[in-house]
């Protein structure tokens, strides 16, 4: 489902360059419950967002569902985007002006769902995570674990196969970083959604099935899965 080989990352630092990730090789198949971890500046929002689309490699190819991911044109990226990938982050990036009801729609809009369609997909949603009485509320009438628990909604409303998702928990006390976690593992045993995850939590890992540990941009070796 993903694959990159031999991926590098890098900016422009006066008249050379910085390295922020230097021959990532790495596969994700679906299904799988990924935890992304590593010290503070060691690349992992980067490469979380490369994974999610968000990003370019500067070197290196990136396969996304097989497809070549730097050779497809910028609407067709969008597209997969769009069709495959739920975004969820630390600050939940919620639209203040929204209430949680349309903010969970947004990404239905996106892919020109019919109304009727959008309505029955945003009350599954907001029943299954048990926020109906939210719905009518806004972002800022919420606590952090519930803004939480909209971000994941709508990353998940459009029924994309992977989740990025960089450091959910960060902001929230550990009673609601387990109810998101707990969602997560839900969402990917019961959904078959595959999860990639950056934390620095050794819990939150705990809850995934594999861990890719990144230091100074390099990926280290992973340990051989218990047999
Ligand atoms: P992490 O998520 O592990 O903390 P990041 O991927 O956010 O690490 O950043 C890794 C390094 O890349 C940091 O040193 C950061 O300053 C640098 N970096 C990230 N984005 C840019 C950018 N747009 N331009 C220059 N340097 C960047
Ligand atoms: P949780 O621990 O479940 O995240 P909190 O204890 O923080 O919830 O909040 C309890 C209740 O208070 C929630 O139902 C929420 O709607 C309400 N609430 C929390 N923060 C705010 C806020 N800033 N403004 C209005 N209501 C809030």
Redesign the pocket.
Same mark, same amino acid.
């Given at each position: 489902m993903i694959q990159l080989s031999n991926v590098a990352k890098y900016?422009p630092a006066g008249f050379g360059r910085?390295y +922020?990730l230097r021959n990532i090789n790495l596969t994700i198949n679906e299904g799988e419950f990924v935890s992304i971890m590593?010290?503070?500046?060691?690349?992992?929002?980067? /490469?979380l967002h490369i994974l999610g689309l968000l990003e370019e490699p500067s070197e290196g190819e990136y396969r996304f569902l097989d497809q070549p991911v730097q050779k497809l044109s910028e609407k067709r990226r969008t597209e997969l985007h769009r069709s495959h990938i739920g975004f969820v982050f630390q600050a939940y990036h919620l639209i203040d002006e929204l209430t949680v009801y349309e903010n969970i729609e947004t990404p239905l809009l996106y892919k020109g769902m019919s109304g009727n369609e959008r309505k029955s997909r945003v009350a599954d949603v907001l029943d299954r995570f048990n926020i109906v009485a939210k719905k009518d509320l806004f972002p800022s009438q919420l606590s952090g674990g519930q803004q939480q628990l909209v971000g994941v909604a709508r990353a998940i409303v459009a029924q994309p196969k992977v989740i990025f998702a960089d450091e959910p928990t960060g902001n929230l006390h550990s009673a609601q970083a387990i109810e998101i976690m707990e969602l997560f593992r839900e969402l990917n045993q019961k959904d078959g959604v595959t999860i990639v995850q +950056?934390t620095h939590s050794e819990a939150n890992a705990e809850y995934g099935s594999r861990i890719v540990r /990144?230091k100074d941009g390099w990926l280290e070796p992973e340990a051989a899965p218990a047999v």
């Open positions: 900016y910085t +922020v590593g010290p503070s500046g060691s690349g992992k929002s980067t /490469l +950056v /990144l």
